[in-house]
């Protein structure tokens, strides 16, 4: 039996820019699906995930990009943080914009 999984360009251009930053191919694809699996739930309501931040503090999150939730704390204007190859999401916590670096990615709940 053959087993195929299907992927978004966007997912294999994460993909890429994880494997560079991190010198492995397997942990970029395997951060890149959880970026996925992170933006799905992002948008449907608030998500519950671990990243390493900048400073190399482990920090467990919750947060959202739904705009039902989030709507009001959008203005419209600014590139596009996925340019930046970070993924944005609303601070549920700490009330504010937060930008994750895809590398940073521990684990989506």
Not at 14 to 26: D, F, H, P, Y
Request: glycine share 8%.
């Amino acid at each position: 039996m053959i087993q195929a999984l299907a992927i978004s360009s966007s997912t294999v251009v994460r993909a890429t820019v994880i494997a560079q930053r991190t010198n492995s191919e397997e942990i970029g694809i395997i951060k890149a699906m959880m970026i996925a699996q992170l933006k799905e739930k992002l948008a449907n309501g608030v998500a519950h995930f671990i990243f390493i931040k900048k400073n190399g503090e482990v920090r467990e999150a919750w947060g959202t990009t739904n705009p039902t939730l989030s709507a009001k704390h959008i203005n419209g204007r600014g590139e596009s943080r996925e340019n930046f190859c970070t993924t944005p999401w609303w601070d549920c916590e700490n009330g504010g914009w937060k930008s994750l670096r895809w590398e940073s990615i521990v684990k989506v709940f």
